[in-house]
């Protein structure tokens, strides 16, 4: 009653052969989820921020509140 010995031969190749589908299917996955999950509400977020934005305005506001020392509030 002894024990098998293990198969050592092409172990690695037989491993490879089951991991690395999977671990390919998973990183597209991954990558997937990341891209209609993170970065495209994002890219969204950013078109809808920019729709409404002023640049103009701002700087005004800023102007207005003195945060520049190169334009004076147009009140002075």
């Known amino acids: 009653m002894s ?3 293990p ?4 172990l690695l ?3 490879l ?3 690395l589908p999977i671990a390919f299917a ?3 996955v991954a990558a997937a989820a990341f891209k209609y999950g993170v970065t ?3 890219k969204q977020a950013y ?3 920019y729709k409404q934005y002023d640049a103009v305005k701002e700087f005004d506001a800023m102007r ?3 945060i520049f020392e190169s334009v004076r509030p147009s009140g002075e």
């Open 26 to 28: 998973l990183s597209i």
């Open 64 to 66: 207005e509140a003195g």
């Open 7 to 10: 198969v050592m031969r092409n």
């Open 47 to 49: 078109a809808d921020f």
């Open 3 to 5: 024990l098998q010995k």
């Open 17 to 19: 052969r089951f991991h």
């Open 13 to 15: 190749g037989k491993r």
């Open 40 to 42: 495209e509400p994002r």
